[in-house]
């Protein structure tokens, strides 16, 4: 799993190197690979509408939504599983007849 890294120290590496800081010396003094700050150079750059792409806003509300999509599929299936489990048990009342 990739080590996870706080807004304000992306925040930190990218005003260093706004500063005229090279991306070798940055990455050597705080232990960052060279590949990770480019990737944040770059969603920087999407971010401030320079560049076309997913804002990080975007990505963070898509992934929201995924995360809810995948807890509301699976509360489905548990209903569904349920149901079918009461069915076994317990037949409807008034006979056969089908439901409205």
């Avoid at 590496?13 to 005229?20: C, E, K, R, V």
């Avoid at 990455?27 to 990770?36: H, K, L, Q």
Wanted: charged share 30%.
């Amino acid at each position: 799993m990739p080590k996870r890294y706080t807004s304000e120290f992306r925040s930190r590496i990218l005003s260093l190197l706004a500063q005229g800081r090279s991306v070798g010396e940055v990455c050597e003094t705080f232990g960052v690979s060279s590949s990770r700050v480019y990737v944040w150079r770059a969603q920087e750059r999407i971010d401030r509408g320079e560049v076309s792409g997913m804002t990080s806003t975007e990505a963070a509300e898509l992934a929201a939504a995924r995360r809810r999509i995948h807890a509301l599929e699976a509360e489905l299936a548990a209903t569904k599983r349920a149901n079918e489990l009461l069915r076994q048990v317990a037949p409807p009342k008034g006979g056969s007849r089908p439901s409205r």
